[in-house]
């Protein structure tokens, strides 16, 4: 429980009466006669339920301090004092805590020992105008006096009940806590005091201290209320016991977390000014504080162009001191010189792109995030938007540490039936991929088969697996494993078609025009009229420049006649299928007579084609199998005799 209220309402005096715990416990507050810094005490109830209270400054120099304290509360006791009523800090302390998002308390009318019956009646009246509308609407007020004793019992018994009534915080399972206080204990070392924002942490555990790049911190002690435990969740108040670092390491503002968290200094937000604030311009500059951190930090609205009182938008905010953040954290922003509070917010994703324009995508994109992540169940959208920003396969480890949650969590929801992720397994890991990263490379991969496609137009099939990853950039381990995956994707759908271990487009059709059409017809000729005397590319090349046929296009060219069996080509030599094939019967002929073999010589004599020549068609007819080479003799193989007697 946190108190609120203006200065001098008796808040410090009234926990005082609660449970005889004096929170102004400072020399200066004690000359002062006010609060200024936090207070901690706790009430027992029960045997086994007491309740931890923060009792925070009403004076409006201190709101910063009344934030950092109000922070980490699950309710609220506001303290009206009946002889003044509503005043300027009720209210302003009243909209920080509706924008930290707190829900549940209660009214303490205080001082009713100096005000008759009727004056306390109409004080009672004005609470309840005050509270209509809002979240404490049916909220108890009871009228008591810190100083007689009055309605004490009363304002226990609705402590006790609301206490019992507040639902446990779901919003995060990390364990965090900001430091408030500090302490150097001889004989026992650092400890440090917080209230538990999340999660739950044990004696003997490790807590992380951020910002900054320390090692892990052993948890020695802890204490709630002044006793030691073994544990501590979220909404206790704590003092833990750490070993493993300096007090100077230790500053108020800084977080423990049982895990470390990423530094961030820019975040997208959600909004809102208190009603009866001036507007404000896209760009301004104010004070961020969230728990006990606080930051100068410029604010860019994104959705609006200016923003009014009583109005939100989507803001992106660039602090000026890293700080660690999670989704959905509340903060709140006060005037640059700090006399103001302004209002505050939500923070929708700690770890945004730099918004330099302001598009309509963005606007309708992030107005989606705010949905989401406003929406506290709804878990899969908000992972879903993760991974949509990713934009390449991740896996739910990265996801919990992202969105600040634990890894459990994360998997629950991705099992659930209908998520709609791309899911790769690989080395015993899943990852998972949003439709949005799988279209897009589903998109990549096209345009890199049309650009071959286009580039050797005179080819059946595209590129193989290999190649195609060099085009699209995914070349190793598990980059290449989803580029398969995709490939395969893609072909299932029919959008790709798979010829041997070549890719081509589903559509893919050599494109022959008439002038490369007459320019084939017209090299087939030559190469067929070349014989085997002339095969080599140069002489073709000298023969095809004659009819304006250029080195890389009469290349395609003699694949392309390959490709269709009408020439052979071995990169170098050029012979004409035709021709190919009256020597492979004459030489097989020869071959079956000659049980000895012959040498290439005697072949070459055979044929008469150059020496070049007739090295490739040995090649080519050792290739078939259908005859084989043995010291410098050639011979027909059973293969070789099969063909014969097949013809
Ligand atoms: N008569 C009377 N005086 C009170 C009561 N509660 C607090 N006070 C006095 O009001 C002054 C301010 O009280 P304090 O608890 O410091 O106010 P805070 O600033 O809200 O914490 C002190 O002098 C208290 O003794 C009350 O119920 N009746
Ligand atoms: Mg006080």
Redesign the pocket.
């Known amino acids: 429980m946190g108190t609120a209220?203006h200065?001098?309402?008796?808040?410090?005096?009234?926990i005082r009466m609660l449970t005889g715990i004096d929170c102004d416990t400072h020399k200066e507050e004690k000359e002062r006669?006010?609060?200024i810094n936090l207070g901690f005490a706790h009430l027992e109830l029960d045997d086994d339920f007491s309740i931890g209270i923060v009792d925070v400054p009403?004076h409006k120099d201190f709101v910063k301090t009344m934030v950092a304290g109000a922070y980490g509360i699950d309710f609220v006791l506001l303290?009206i004092a009946a002889d003044s009523g509503i005043m300027p800090q009720t209210k302003e302390h009243f909209n920080i805590l509706k924008m930290l998002g707190i829900r549940h308390g209660l009214v303490a009318l205080?001082?009713c020992?100096?005000v008759d019956d009727e004056t306390a009646e109409l004080a009672r009246l004005e609470i309840m105008e005050f509270l209509e509308g809002s979240p404490l609407e049916h909220a108890p007020v009871v009228p008591v006096?810190?100083?007689t004793g009055q309605g004490i019992d009363l304002l226990k018994e609705e402590i006790k009940q609301i206490a019992a009534s507040i639902p446990e915080k779901k919003l995060s399972s990390v364990f965090r806590m900001y430091i408030d206080r500090i302490f150097n204990i001889r004989g026992i070392g650092i400890v440090v005091t917080g209230s538990v924002l999340g999660g739950k942490i044990n004696v003997g555990r490790e807590l992380y201290l951020m910002p900054g790049n320390f090692d892990a911190l052993k948890i020695k002690n802890i204490e709630r209320h002044g006793q030691p435990v073994d544990s501590v969740m979220s909404g206790d108040r704590a003092a833990i016991n750490l070993s493993g670092l300096k007090y100077e390491d230790f500053q108020r503002g800084m977080l423990l977390a049982d895990k470390p968290l990423k530094e961030i200094s820019m975040i997208d937000a959600l909004i809102e000014f208190f009603p009866g604030i001036q507007r404000i311009e896209i760009w301004s500059q104010m004070i961020f504080h969230t728990g006990t951190f606080s930051s100068v930090a410029r604010i860019h609205l994104l959705n609006k162009d200016e923003l009014s009182g009583g109005d939100s938008a989507i803001a992106q905010i660039h602090l000026e001191k890293p700080a660690i953040l999670l989704n959905n954290d509340r903060f709140i922003l006060r005037n640059s010189s700090s006399d103001l509070t302004i209002g505050g917010g939500q923070i929708i994703d700690n770890h945004p792109l730099h918004h330099k324009r302001r598009t309509e995508k963005l606007r309708f994109s992030l107005e989606k995030l705010t949905n989401a992540i406003t929406d506290y169940e709804n878990q899969a959208a908000l992972i879903l938007l993760e991974i949509e920003k990713a934009n390449k396969p991740v896996t739910p480890l990265q996801i919990a540490e992202t969105l600040g949650k634990q890894l459990h969590e994360i998997e629950k929801t991705i099992q659930g039936e209908n998520f709609p992720a791309h899911h790769y397994f690989f080395e015993n890991k899943l990852f998972l991929a949003s439709e949005t990263y799988v279209n897009h490379l589903k998109n990549k991969i096209f345009l890199a088969l049309k650009d071959w496609h286009e580039q050797n137009p005179l080819k059946e099939t595209g590129p193989e697996a290999k190649e195609l990853a060099g085009k699209v950039k995914l070349q190793q381990g598990f980059e290449l494993f989803v580029l398969q995956k995709t490939l395969e994707e893609m072909i299932a759908a029919k959008d790709l078609k798979k010829t041997g271990s070549a890719f081509s487009l589903k559509d893919h059709k050599v494109k022959l025009d008439r002038k490369m059409h007459e320019q084939i017809t017209w090299l087939e000729e030559i190469i067929h009229s070349a014989n085997i005397q002339r095969t080599s590319l140069n002489e073709i090349e000298a023969s095809a420049k004659l009819n304006e046929i250029r080195r890389g296009q009469l290349i395609m060219y003699l694949q392309y006649l390959t490709a269709n069996g009408k020439i052979y080509f071995n990169g170098e030599e050029a012979i004409h299928a035709s021709v190919v094939d009256g020597i492979r019967n004459k030489l097989l002929n020869k071959l079956v007579e000659t049980p000895r073999g012959i040498n290439e010589k005697e072949f070459r004599m055979l044929v008469d084609g150059t020496k070049r020549a007739i090295q490739a068609l040995i090649n080519i007819f050792t290739q078939e199998g259908i005859i084989e080479k043995q010291t410098f003799y050639l011979y027909i193989t059973d293969k070789g005799r099969e063909y014969l007697t097949n013809k």
Not at 7 to 14: F, I, Q, S, Y
């Open positions: 209220g200065v001098d309402h008796g808040k410090t005096a009234l006669g006010i609060t009403g303290v205080n001082k020992d100096l006096s810190s100083i």
